[in-house]
């Protein structure tokens, strides 16, 4: 069966937040600020830039005002911030987010974990969070395709949280694969479930490369008829209250995927290689992202001698 790949896949950038937030070393300010401004000149329309949670959860972040007050805003991109709850709604919108992110997790064990309260009390949080702010709002369901706790989520499960969040009047929602646990015959199955409720241009799926399946699973979903895909520079990341998390699908490995199969993107691949590979002196560690480190295809090596002679 040939399969059209003519249609835009939109690329949204987490690093910053997603990325940056599992990190032990401290990224000063003004470092994710330049990360930030990179990314911003690299084609992206959505860039995750930071989040308003208690500083005791996620020390790597605590900096999120100065982070969004001192961002370079670049024409086009939509500057994101996560937020757990009305305080942290607050606090975004005053550091001049451009969209909140609002996320909960299908698991009740994980958000627990996550989150310190039930689904229950997100969901409440949530409609306050409505209630009070004028700006877009992204309803993130994690744990969407498997729970390091309770293992495999019912999908109509994940299927009514979906609709809750619409019906609430969050534009977007983005179906996240917490701890990578997804595989592309579930995630086909999913989001075409899914897409009978949101239009795929209100769509994001959120894989983490845990297993391997990240990239394959974008396939799966991209044929189902999902179009936007969260993705973090160098591979990036992971759930601090996850067990066996790793990092989020590298942008620019995905990117040189696309453009390996002629699937568009409107990114710079070239700008992008080169910003990834300024981040191991940034966090302190090689970061598993291949592309940065292997080269693009077209990068041919020049000839050994030795077989020039045979």
């Known amino acids: 069966m040939t399969r059209d790949y003519s249609e835009r896949l939109i690329v949204q950038e987490v690093a910053p937040r997603d990325g940056l937030q599992i990190e032990a070393k401290w990224v000063e300010t003004a470092d994710k600020i330049a990360l930030i401004d990179g990314l911003s000149a690299c084609g992206f329309t959505r860039i995750e830039a930071g989040s308003f949670v208690s500083p005791k959860a996620i020390p790597a972040l605590r900096d999120g005002d100065a982070v969004f007050h001192g961002i370079r805003r670049a024409p086009g991109v939509v500057y994101v911030a996560l937020v757990p709850n009305v305080k942290g709604a607050q606090r975004a919108v005053a550091a001049g987010a451009d969209e909140l992110n609002l996320v909960m997790s299908a698991s009740q064990t994980h958000n627990r974990a996550n989150m310190r309260m039930s689904c229950e009390a997100s969901l409440d949080g949530f409609a306050e969070i409505v ?61 075409s479930r899914v897409l009978e409720h949101v239009p795929a241009a209100a769509l994001t799926l959120h894989f983490h490369n845990t297993r391997g399946l990240g990239l394959a699973n974008v396939l799966a979903a991209y044929d189902a008829g999902a179009r936007r895909f969260d993705a973090a520079l160098g591979g990036l990341g992971g759930c601090p209250f996850a067990p066996g998390a790793s990092g989020n699908i590298c942008t620019e490995d995905l990117v040189n995927m696309c453009d390996e199969m002629g699937i568009p993107t409107g990114i710079d691949l070239e700008r992008l290689i080169a910003l990834s590979r300024t981040l191991p002196a940034l966090v302190g560690h090689e970061v598993p992202g291949q592309l940065a ?11 050994p001698d030795y077989v020039r002679t045979i």
């Not at 080269?295 to 000839?303: C, E, Y």
């Open 131 to 191: 209630r009070i702010t004028n700006i877009s709002l992204n309803g993130t369901v994690a744990t969407a395709f498997g729970c390091p706790f309770e293992g495999r989520i019912d999908e109509n499960r994940v299927v009514s949280i979906v609709r809750s969040y619409r019906e609430m009047g969050m534009e977007g929602i983005t179906l996240a694969d917490t701890t990578g646990m997804a595989n592309p015959r579930q995630v086909e199955r999913v989001v």
């Open 293 to 303: 480190k292997a080269g693009r295809n077209s990068n041919l090596h020049p000839v």
